[in-house]
């Protein structure tokens, strides 16, 4: 569905919105879906494409996956992680330069690897995309 001209909607095969797009005055709202209909992602940004509230992601049973701070594109403030089950699996920031200090993280076994920033903190290489995808894949991992 096109709206101004513009993508609005798109559609998973079993007729579910893949990705809505909702323009109110300068204000974009994107939000991508399961095929289940749950939210996937939701993106909030203004008219110079600039995010102005953080980027947040859940896991397919409606639990919040993910909360990530942009700021003037790059990241920046909170960011943190969740279990399905809404236990937290990483306690981060980012600081200027997008300098990323882990204060406490879990691994897949819920065991503690990073306490009040001590420890190992291995990063898989797969970030949120702040502009249209829900994620990327680097090549890089960084511990």
């Given at each position: 569905?096109?709206?101004?001209?513009?993508?609005?909607?798109?559609?998973?095969?079993?007729?579910?919105?893949?990705?809505?797009?909702?323009?109110?005055?300068?204000?974009?709202?994107?939000?991508?879906?399961?095929?289940?209909?749950?939210?996937?992602?939701?993106?909030?940004?203004?008219?110079?494409?600039?995010?102005i509230e953080p980027i947040?992601?859940?896991?397919?049973?409606?639990?919040?996956?993910?909360?990530?701070?942009?700021?003037?594109?790059?990241?920046?403030?909170?960011?943190?992680?969740?279990?399905?089950?809404?236990?937290?699996?990483?306690?981060?920031?980012?600081?200027?330069?997008?300098?990323?200090?882990?204060?406490?993280?879990?691994?897949?076994?819920?065991?503690?690897?990073?306490?009040?920033?001590?420890?190992?903190?291995?990063?898989?290489?797969?970030?949120?995309?702040?502009?249209?995808?829900l994620f990327f894949k680097?090549?890089?991992?960084?511990?």
């Open positions: 569905y096109y709206v101004g001209g513009e993508a609005s909607t798109d559609f998973w095969p079993n007729g579910q919105p893949k990705h809505k797009t909702l323009k109110t005055g300068t204000i974009k709202t994107d939000e991508w879906y399961y095929p289940s209909g749950q939210i996937q992602k939701r993106l909030v940004s203004d008219k110079n494409g600039n995010t947040r992601l859940w896991h397919e049973n409606g639990q919040l996956a993910e909360v990530l701070n942009f700021k003037s594109g790059e990241k920046s403030g909170k960011w943190e992680k969740f279990f399905d089950d809404g236990t937290l699996r990483l306690e981060a920031e980012y600081r200027k330069g997008e300098k990323l200090i882990v204060k406490n993280a879990w691994d897949d076994n819920r065991q503690q690897v990073v306490t009040n920033g001590n420890g190992t903190f291995w990063d898989d290489g797969i970030d949120i995309d702040c502009s249209y995808d680097s090549d890089w991992t960084t511990s």
